[in-house]
């Protein structure tokens, strides 16, 4: 079988080189604001909850700590990093990307098993210009979404899986 | 178009009877008469009425029991349930009508809410023919066709309740025989075909299927029959306590009813006060775990017998089918084209004695469910499994019997550091929860105490991790409570990620997930040394990652 051939004779092993293309800076204000629409209503309540009902404070502290902490990192952490790391591309064969923050993962999709291709836009993306591409294939666990797209870039991208996934024959199972 | 072949040869030479012919065939596709379900189920309807009703009727004339005592209730419910079960039962047949046309399988139901469901017969994945006791006894059977429904947005498969079984027998071989639709991915490790998977990679779609067909006539493979030892591997689990205990308490109730005082008879058996509490419980939780353990014997016989796994011959491919049932007999056939691996799992309570639980990695089933169609053998010893599952992968050597490679030590370190993380939760939690006064300070010690079987826990969830590729497959091995082992064929991967957390960054590990559309969808191989995942997912859906690849510059 041929199936050492990956493994290269020297030993030298081989590494994943990371998709081509950023997303678009805008995405950092997306995430940001995603942040905030979670955080701020959870602080706001531990808050308003600390203050009427006296009782509960000394467990409600731990609750509001952890919410402003969490949102702290979501404002001021995480959409850099996420900006640092997420990474797309899509080619003839395959559509790979890489997102994450704290947990990173990288996926590739063979065009060939694609089954479903959308452009989303939420209300805030539609704000910011932004668009969603979500990618299905016949696994229900192997979807690969790319956030942060310009949404005439996933609009284009969209319309091109579209085209080549229809071409491919087979029932992409 | 098949359906047509037969009056196609004489057209080739006589275009004139062709043209004839054609408006036949087109009333043909046209479709058949809708047919009803078996007037039998009437009767059996009936049946049941009069059933439901006896209990009532046998408390009131034989025991003399006066209607509006407390057991009285009860009685009225059971006779209240069989008869609009049966009523409602009769009502659903007089409305349901079924039928099987060239391209589908229609059928049309319901009252107010009337439903129409059509199933493309290309798309039909299994026939399972099932009847229970009330059936057999009416020579009736419930056809119930599986065509890949996703069960996750809660569609069921199309079950005609209930047919004639000469006409069950006919449907499924009538849905299973023919198989117009190319299949993607062919099995080429095809029972009794001598040649090696990848010799050639004959592109034989005819010549497999004209094989099976000189092979169709009758010729089955058996791989396993019910033994009765494995009986041993089904009676010990915790469902033998809670089934014991229901049926204690049904008895009792029923005891009660009709004036036999049973727990009475159980307390003044011993001197329980000169016992003690301990032995009381002690003596409790024998009996009745050796009450639930006849019980489960019981149902072991009754779900199992004359169990039978088999591969048959359809036109077209494969099937493998299993046989099984005393009273309840359920047949289930699955498309040897849909199969992607085989799984074993060997839960870790029984790990010393070797039980083992069979299924197979198939598109278009459910695995969630719990008679799941998926299941293979009932759970016996490992070699069994091994052995049946590698005749019905018909590959040799197995891949499930390939030496796996062992995972980093690293892989350990971060089971152990989870088991500590976990632990020191728990324990911190608990000990706030002291020092505020809501719980007595001793607690805190049961949190510590968790710690030695959190590290325990770790270590055997490093043991059980493993991974290979095996000729057409890789196979993975993972798992605590249940350590699974699964052998999928890499043509079937089609999403493949590498996930890396911050901690599995600093011990140098990723994890390697392939997806597929068979089985649970994801199979994980947790754990890898990070170069060693890239190498790993490489080989799993080969040729994927090539071109993102790149030699690693930095010196190892």
């Known amino acids: 079988m041929t199936t050492e051939s990956t493994e290269s004779p020297a030993g030298a092993a081989v590494r994943l080189r990371p998709p081509h293309h950023r997303v678009e800076r805008r995405a950092l204000v997306w995430w940001t604001v995603q942040s905030l629409l979670l955080g701020v209503p959870i602080l706001a309540a531990t808050i308003v909850g600390y203050v009427l009902w006296e009782a509960a404070r000394p467990w409600l502290v731990v609750v509001m700590a952890g919410a402003a902490l969490m949102t702290v990192v979501g404002v001021a952490v995480e959409p850099r990093w996420r900006y640092a790391v997420h990474r797309w591309e899509v080619t003839d064969e395959a559509v790979y990307a890489l997102t994450g923050w704290l947990v990173r993962e990288w996926r590739v999709a063979p065009i060939s098993r694609i089954q479903t291709v959308d452009a989303v836009r939420g209300p805030l993306e539609q704000l910011l210009g932004l668009s969603t591409l979500h990618v299905t294939t016949a696994s229900s666990k192997g979807a690969i979404t790319i956030g942060g797209l310009d949404k005439d870039v996933a609009a284009d991208l969209a319309e091109r899986l579209t085209t080549i996934t229809q071409q491919t024959p087979g029932d992409a199972t | ?556």
């Open chain 2, 1 to 556: 178009m098949t359906g047509r072949t037969p009056g196609d040869e004489p057209a080739g030479i006589e275009d004139e009877v062709a043209r004839t012919t054609s408006p036949v065939t087109d009333q043909a596709v046209a479709g058949p008469p809708w047919r009803r379900l078996h007037s039998r189920m009437i009767w059996v309807d009936v049946a049941q009425s009069v059933l439901a009703l006896t209990p009532g009727a046998f408390a009131v004339w034989v025991l003399g029991v006066e209607p509006g005592d407390g057991g009285w209730w009860p009685l009225i419910a059971i006779a209240a349930f069989g008869v609009l079960g049966a009523v409602s039962d009769a009502v659903r047949w007089v409305f349901t009508r079924y039928r099987v046309t060239e391209e589908h399988v229609e059928a049309r139901t319901g009252i107010f809410v009337r439903s129409y469901r059509s199933v493309r017969r290309d798309r039909i994945r299994s026939v399972d023919v099932e009847a229970k006791l009330r059936h057999r006894l009416a020579g009736l059977r419930v056809v119930t066709i599986g065509a890949g429904q996703q069960s996750a947005a809660g569609e069921a498969a199309l079950a005609l309740d209930a047919v004639l079984a000469e006409d069950a027998d006919e449907l499924r071989h009538l849905l299973l025989r023919r198989r117009p639709a190319p299949v993607a991915f062919v099995d080429d490790a095809r029972p009794g075909d001598p040649v090696q998977p990848g010799d050639g990679g004959e592109p034989d779609d005819g010549g497999a299927g004209s094989d099976d067909e000189s092979g169709a006539d009758g010729e089955e493979q058996v791989f396993a029959r019910l033994r009765p030892r494995w009986v041993v591997y089904n009676v010990f689990s915790i469902w033998a306590y809670i089934l014991a205990l229901g049926l204690l308490w049904g008895g009792h109730w029923l005891g009660t009813t009709v004036g036999i005082d049973a727990a009475g008879f159980v307390v003044g058996a011993l001197d329980w006060q000169s016992l003690g509490w301990v032995r009381t419980a002690g003596i409790a939780v024998a009996a009745v775990g050796a009450f639930g353990v006849v019980g489960m014997a019981l149902y072991f016989f009754v779900e199992y017998w004359g169990f039978e796994l088999a591969r048959v011959p359809g036109e077209k491919g494969t099937l493998l089918r299993t046989r099984q049932g005393l009273f309840t007999t359920r047949e289930v056939n699955r498309d040897d084209n849909r199969m992607r691996g085989v799984e074993i799992a060997e839960p870790l309570l029984w790990r010393w004695m070797g039980a083992a639980d069979t299924t197979v990695i198939t598109t278009g089933l459910d695995v969630e469910s719990m008679s799941s169609a998926a299941t293979i053998l009932p759970r016996g010893p490992i070699g069994v499994a091994r052995s049946t599952a590698a005749a019905v992968l018909g590959t040799d050597p197995s891949p499930l019997q390939t030496p796996l490679a062992r995972h980093p030590r690293a892989a350990l370190r971060r089971r152990l550091w989870w088991a500590t993380g976990v632990t020191a939760s728990v324990a911190g939690l608990l000990g706030w929860l002291a020092v505020t006064d809501v719980i007595p300070p001793p607690w805190v010690w049961a949190g510590v105490a968790l710690w030695p079987v959190a590290l325990g826990g770790a270590l055997v969830a490093y043991r059980a991790l493993g991974h290979a590729i095996a000729g057409q497959y890789l196979v993975v091995r993972s798992g605590l409570m249940s350590r699974s082992t699964a052998a999928l064929q890499r043509p079937a991967v089609s999403t493949v990620a590498i996930r890396e957390s911050p901690l599995q960054r600093r011990l140098g590990l990723r994890t390697v997930s392939a997806m597929t559309s068979a089985g649970y969808g994801v199979y994980e191989a947790p754990d890898l040394d990070a170069d060693d995942a890239v190498a790993f997912a490489t080989r799993a859906a080969p040729g994927l990652l090539d071109p993102f690849l790149v030699q690693n510059d930095r010196t190892a």
